[in-house]
């Protein structure tokens, strides 16, 4: 059965809201994992790439369109090397980004915090996935991929 975008977006916040009680050790130990993934499926992904460009090219697709579902072995690499940076940044939830003291004792601060649920729209670009989903995931965000 094909969920209406009420139940998805139910469901994007209530995943949202797990996320964020997660530590932030707990979210980088699972971007870890996903740059190991990646790295170990590196010929697996590619595999099903080529045949996806296969497919494109079969049913006529522009050439413009199919060099962008291209992913180059150099691209998965470049992947896994910005899923590591994303997981070796400091935590950004809670950084305080300005303080005020208006008065004693009543201080206003502007601090980072999770959105919640973010609808990401993207088109023929394999690479932006990964790049999205590792991105939201550090900031604990919860998205709604259209593609």
């Known amino acids: 059965m094909k969920e209406t975008a009420h139940e998805m977006a139910v469901a994007a916040r209530n995943s949202s809201r797990r996320l964020q009680a997660l530590k932030y050790e707990e979210r980088r130990e699972i971007l870890l994992a996903v740059a190991d993934a990646l790295e170990k499926n590196k010929k697996l992904i590619r ?7 296969d497919d494109a090219s079969e049913v006529g697709y522009e050439k413009s369109l199919i060099s962008r579902l291209t992913l180059k072995p150099e691209k998965i690499s470049s992947l896994v090397k910005s899923v590591h940076m994303l997981a070796d940044m ?41 790049q999205c989903v590792c991105f939201i995931f550090i900031a604990t965000i919860i998205s709604m991929f259209v593609n």
């Open 47 to 53: 595999l099903e790439n080529d045949a996806d460009i």
């Open 90 to 130: 400091e935590e950004p939830i809670g950084h305080i980004l300005k303080r005020i003291e208006l008065v004693d004792d009543l201080v206003l601060e502007k601090i980072l915090c999770p959105l919640g649920v973010l609808l990401v729209i993207f088109e023929s670009q394999p690479d932006a996935l990964v």
